[in-house]
């Protein structure tokens, strides 16, 4: 909540956090033997949002476990309950439908820029709608792309590490997101990741070519498409095997575990 893209977003809620930032919330953040931040976007970004600022910032991995499902067998349930996507390489978006996380900016760009089969020739959009009117909006959006784009509810399960495992790559055009696990969980499968630079490891996941990061407009998510779209099969095979390595050595749930322990171990000591 310290991001602030909240204070921009909810002006009214920022005047009311201000009244009381400096006796409350300041002190708490300025007395603690230190504040956990899960990428260095996040412990950025929180300096910016109130005044005074002070704390011992420190950041700590933070992950996921991989998946624990045969992902062979996990496409295939996924195909068997999608059979129209047999066949069919596709981007997905998997996280709830909200208009913060771009699910629209994703839509239009998806249509201004699919080519007939191939790349990209098909967008699945996975997950729950926080507002029935949000859904419809993008039903709506997507009636211009005919038969191209798959509404397919909530996932989960063996369901999910299906759809992750059997798309081209994921999609996440979000406008703000401290970190973006369902992002780690593409990348464990082995996914390429296509995300907005407001997922706050995004310079993590560019810097081990395992994804694209670019603004969150339409020009910005149209630009990610294009990258994949134009891709060489063996440099998208790189990037995927990028994804999984990135996985590995930055957000598998044991390394965030290490990385808590031994901050835990320096500053409870103390």
């Known amino acids: 909540m310290l991001d602030p893209w909240f204070n921009r977003t909810y002006p009214l809620k920022h005047v009311k956090k201000l009244l009381y930032w400096p006796w409350a919330e300041y002190r708490v953040l300025r007395d603690a033997a230190a504040v956990f931040f899960t990428s260095e976007e996040e412990r950025r970004l929180a300096r910016e949002s109130f005044s005074p600022y002070n704390c011992n910032e420190i950041v700590v991995n933070y992950g996921t476990a991989a998946p624990d499902a045969d992902l062979a067998a996990a496409r295939e349930n996924f195909f068997n309950n999608f059979p129209s996507l047999r066949g069919k390489r596709f981007l997905l978006y998997l996280g709830r439908l909200h208009e913060k996380k771009g699910c629209d900016l994703l839509i239009e760009s998806f249509v201004q820029t699919r080519p007939a089969g191939g790349a990209a020739g098909h967008l699945v959009i996975a997950g729950p709608a ?7 909006r993008l039903k709506t959006l997507a009636a211009d792309a ?16 299906g759809a992750f495992s059997a798309a081209d790559a994921f999609v996440l055009p979000s406008h703000q997101e401290n970190f973006g696990i369902a992002v780690v969980e593409a990348l464990a499968c082995g996914t390429p990741v296509l995300i ?7 310079r993590e996941i560019v810097n081990d070519g395992a994804g694209f990061a670019d603004e969150d407009d339409p020009a910005g998510i149209t630009r990610l498409l294009k ?27 044991n390394r965030a575990t290490d990385s808590l322990l031994r901050v835990l171990e320096e500053h409870v000591g103390k």
């Open 227 to 253: 990258l994949w779209i134009d891709m060489s099969a063996a440099e998208r095979d790189t990037m995927r095997a990028n994804a999984r390595a990135c996985f590995e050595r930055r957000f598998e749930i």
């Open 196 to 202: 907005s630079n407001k997922v706050n490891i995004w």
């Open 146 to 161: 005919e038969t191209s784009i798959t509404f397919c509810g909530m996932l989960s399960g063996n369901l999910k590490w």
């Open 130 to 136: 926080g507002h029935q009117d949000y859904l419809q």
